[in-house]
């Protein structure tokens, strides 16, 4: 009770909130504008010299040509000062300083070279010099826009980060201390330990809210930006067991220790205020990886949903004429976060024979399988429905695969079975994974295979890019076609 009141004071006090995608692309938008700008600059100046001269030197293809080359150099230099980065982002003079210096340095360069050509009548350096001044006074003015809605984000406390932690200690208190210091910058959530009665019920205004189990709980409901674990070193039988229990949370972990747990890979180290941090965890597709996953899944389910709706509508007046019953099977499975969600897919089994729990796994001849939902199993077509779950965000293109609540192994839930399982779902579950492509499709026959296609998952979840996706992806229509010697 008293962790689910802090719950709903934490919904009330968190909902201006802007979420950290919409954050990435706002930042992403000053690259945009920025090479608007240039050109707008380029414009202006072209047809401003037409109107003076009627006709100028170089053709129209000519400015823009000469323009293009530091417009993209601009951009692309402004990147390598840290420039978009969002902690830049709201610092105007760092901004404006940055941005006369590079305008100053593309314009000298182009007249450089323009007097090392020694062939201009003048039109040249003039288009430079107009195009660079409009160029510059484009760049202040939506750059004071654009920094002027970010400052009010950063001073209105809506891009905070959202810190649960873990400890109540001497450590904990500091930095909690250095925290609760940057209002704007961070929140503190709640504080977690498992020892509630050797622990002091708040520290600097942070109540302790419960124990570990009680974190993974609240995070599923408020998915903190961060969870960072305070325990000493010297606890590291107890590390471990903490670390175990918060993996499998699609967050940020990290750790204020000098030393790692046994195991655990470090990422980096960083510092709040003067607390040395190990990034041990890191959210999956963060940043521009979530929006480019997000359009591949969009972009390539909708016009796959186009493509194959003619199919569709056949396959569906198949199953419908091959046995009485719904057309679309539905079953709840786990999905992103371990929350639960309704796959789609076509009926391929008799009503009265199905398990829509999915704790009766499919065999090789199941005689609960009918003769069209034999065929729509052999290429995998009863799966085509889970585009429209893609469409609507409960699962991706390519992920790992989505598991039904009750699935077992062995005669154990396969969380009981494979340690790391829930780790699997910090990522949205797909249609097709890594472990389908590297044989392992239909049924988990032992733990072996049960282990072995969670390692793969894991393995897909570190390793994710665009690149990956598309390989999985071909290499999942060239078995779907050519090896269906594990679909039944």
């Known amino acids: 009770m008293h962790t689910l009141r802090a719950v709903n004071a934490l919904k009330h006090s968190d909902h201006k909130k802007i979420p950290s995608t919409t954050v990435v692309i706002f930042c992403g938008m000053f690259r945009l504008f920025d090479g608007l700008s240039i050109l707008a600059g380029a414009t202006a100046a072209y047809h401003l010299l037409e109107r003076l001269h009627g006709s100028i030197l170089l053709p129209h293809v000519g400015y823009f040509a000469l323009i293009a080359v530091p417009a993209v150099g601009y951009v692309l230099l402004f990147q390598c000062a840290n420039g978009y980065s969002p902690g830049n982002a709201a610092n105007i003079w760092f901004q404006f300083t940055r941005m006369t210096v590079?305008?100053?340095?593309?314009?000298?360069?182009?007249?450089?070279?323009?007097?090392?050509?020694?062939?201009?009548?003048?039109?040249?350096i003039q288009f430079v010099t107009i195009a660079g001044t409009i160029a510059l006074s484009a760049l202040y003015t939506v750059r004071l826009?654009?920094?002027?809605?970010?400052?009010?984000?950063?001073?209105?406390?809506?891009?905070?980060?959202?810190?649960a932690v873990v400890g109540a200690n001497d450590?904990?208190?500091?930095?909690?201390?250095?925290?609760?210091?940057?209002?704007?910058?961070?929140?503190?959530?709640?504080?977690?330990?498992?020892?509630?009665?050797?622990?002091?019920?708040?520290?600097?205004?942070?109540?302790?809210?419960?124990?570990?189990?009680?974190?993974?709980?609240?995070?599923?409901?408020?998915?903190?930006?961060?969870?960072?674990?305070?325990?000493?070193?010297?606890?590291?039988?107890?590390?471990?067991?903490?670390?175990?229990?918060?993996?499998?949370?699609?967050?940020?972990?990290?750790?204020?220790?000098?030393?790692?747990?046994?195991?655990?890979?470090?990422?980096?180290?960083?510092?709040?205020?003067?607390?040395?941090v190990l990034e041990i965890f890191e959210r999956p597709l963060k940043g521009w990886d979530i929006v480019a996953k997000f359009l591949e899944d969009k972009i390539l389910s909708g016009v796959a949903l186009v493509v194959f709706a003619p199919l569709l509508l056949l396959f569906a007046a198949l199953v419908q004429l091959d046995s009485p019953g719904p057309v679309l099977f539905r079953q709840d499975r786990y999905g992103f976060n371990n929350r639960v969600f309704t796959v789609l897919k076509f009926r391929t089994m008799h009503v009265a024979l199905g398990d829509a729990s999915g704790a009766q796994r499919t065999v090789r001849q199941d005689p609960r399988v009918t003769r069209v939902g034999a065929v729509l199993r052999a290429f995998s077509i009863d799966e085509l429905p889970?585009?429209?779950n893609v469409l609507r965000g409960d699962m991706s293109l390519v992920g790992p695969r989505a598991h039904a609540v009750a699935m077992r192994v062995g005669g154990r839930p396969y969380d009981e079975t494979v340690e790391e399982y829930f780790a699997r779902h910090r990522v949205r579950p797909g249609l097709t994974g890594l472990a389908q492509v590297n044989g392992l499709r239909g049924e988990v026959a032992d733990t072996v295979a049960a282990q072995r296609r969670v390692e793969y998952d894991l393995n897909y979840i570190e390793n994710w890019s665009l690149w990956l996706d598309f390989k999985i992806l071909i290499r999942s229509v060239w078995i779907v076609l050519f090896d269906r010697r594990h679909a039944y």
């Open 145 to 163: 826009v654009l920094t002027g809605i970010y400052w009010h984000w950063w001073r209105t406390g809506a891009l905070r980060r959202r810190i």
């Open 171 to 276: 450590t904990s208190a500091r930095l909690i201390g250095f925290l609760n210091s940057r209002p704007h910058d961070y929140q503190v959530l709640g504080i977690f330990d498992d020892r509630r009665d050797r622990v002091p019920p708040e520290l600097h205004g942070i109540e302790v809210l419960g124990m570990i189990r009680d974190l993974v709980r609240f995070a599923r409901t408020e998915l903190p930006d961060e969870i960072i674990v305070t325990l000493p070193i010297t606890t590291s039988p107890r590390l471990s067991d903490v670390m175990k229990a918060l993996m499998v949370l699609p967050v940020d972990l990290r750790l204020t220790c000098e030393m790692i747990a046994p195991g655990r890979p470090v990422r980096a180290v960083s510092y709040l205020g003067d607390i040395p």
């Open 386 to 388: 889970q585009l429209f």
């Open 102 to 124: 590079l305008c100053l340095v593309a314009e000298i360069v182009l007249l450089a070279a323009i007097f090392v050509g020694d062939d201009d009548d003048g039109s040249s």
